[in-house]
């Protein structure tokens, strides 16, 4: 199924949990398919799944009233590169770390991503940059040593 | 750190986890199926219009792309060419333990590494790298002057095959194949390291007699 990866990679960076997130693709993917009439030929059906999903994402946090707590190590990364950012991703407000999920790691531009998550692009932009601005300040710099 | 370093330190770290999407395919499958007994006609013309879709892809991957040049044989002749030909300034492990505890923190067994080098090719750096958006650990060997990439993962789901291949990507000769644990894909430069062919099969042959 195109795009479920993706998904499902963004997925598990919003809820902290593998099955909520396994949930939240499917549910997705069956909106979509349920939706199919609603997507316009010719537009970004990447970005299209991606709103259904986020609104999906959304509509099951208001239910719920809160936002999902932030275990640890829900992936596995295999260096420890991967693992300070994936620190550093999971200490991101949740409005931060969506549009930097989005822009960053999936390569929407701000004005996709302000189409997906139904914002301004002023919004996008400035969240953007203060996710960046975060991660600067938590992220060390690569460590040199051991390496000729 | 400018925007561009740091963006390229999270995709890189986000997208070195591949997530395991056959769950939720399955349960999504099992439940358009379910529903769509109970949905109008052209909603079921439309699923099997995708379903179609998605076989055909299947069909192309399983049959017809193995016997094109893997996508996974020209990431790696590009990073061959980028990284030793360019010669990028990168920072490389040279002591063989901390090549094999590299390997082994990603899968690799050190063993591997023992067995490549009873091939007549000398290992003279390793590091990791991103090929398709997976961790691959990329050791440089060495032979009559000439240059050898190595990259290996524990085995995948490329579409390899299991036997030794070769295949032209620009000025690179690329060999790759599957064994019983590891993919490993070898890549030179032509026509200055004329035996990646001849690397890959001894290659092959050790690992498989180390169990690997």
């Known amino acids: 199924m195109p795009h479920i990866a993706a998904l499902l990679r963004v997925a598990r960076r919003l809820t902290f949990d593998i099955a909520s997130a396994e949930d939240l693709v499917q549910e997705t993917m069956l909106l979509a398919w349920r939706g199919f009439r609603g997507f316009q030929s010719g537009t970004n059906a990447r970005a299209w799944l991606f709103r259904i999903m986020f609104n999906a994402f959304h509509g099951a946090v208001r239910r719920e009233s809160r936002l999902p707590d932030a275990p640890p190590s829900i992936v596995r990364p295999m260096l420890q590169e991967a693992v300070e950012i994936a620190e550093a991703l999971e200490a991101l407000p949740l409005e931060q770390r969506g549009v930097l999920l989005l822009c960053v790691v999936e390569g929407f531009t701000c004005r996709e991503a302000a189409g997906i998550l139904d914002m301004p692009i002023g919004t996008v932009m400035s969240r953007l940059s203060r996710a960046r601005e975060e991660l600067r300040r938590s992220l060390k710099p690569l460590v040199k040593a051991v390496y000729r | ?162 036997a030794v291949r070769e295949a032209k990507v620009g000025p690179e000769d690329t060999a790759y194949f599957r064994s019983h644990r590891l993919t490993a894909v070898f890549v030179a430069l032509q026509p200055q390291a004329p035996d990646v062919l001849a690397f890959a099969r001894a290659g092959l042959h050790s690992l498989t007699v180390a169990d690997l």
Do not use: N
């Open chain 2, 1 to 162: 750190m400018t925007d561009d370093e740091l963006d390229q330190r999270i995709r890189a770290a986000v997208l070195s986890d591949e997530p395991d999407t056959s769950r939720v395919a399955a349960a999504v499958r099992t439940q358009i199926q379910t529903q769509a007994r109970h949905v109008p006609g052209w909603a079921v013309a439309a699923a099997a219009v995708i379903a179609m879709i998605a076989a055909s892809a299947f069909s192309y991957r399983t049959f017809v792309k193995e016997q094109a040049t893997p996508l996974l044989c020209v990431a790696a002749a590009q990073d061959h060419q980028r990284e030793i030909v360019d010669g990028s300034p990168r920072q490389w492990l040279t002591d063989l333990a901390a090549i094999d505890s590299l390997a082994q923190k990603q899968g690799v067994p050190a063993s591997a590494i023992s067995a490549l080098g009873t091939t007549g090719f000398t290992l003279e750096r390793g590091r990791l790298c991103f090929l398709r958006k997976q961790i691959y650990l990329h050791l440089v060997y060495t032979k009559d002057g000439s240059e050898y990439s190595v990259y290996l993962r524990p085995r995948s789901s490329e579409p390899l095959g299991d």
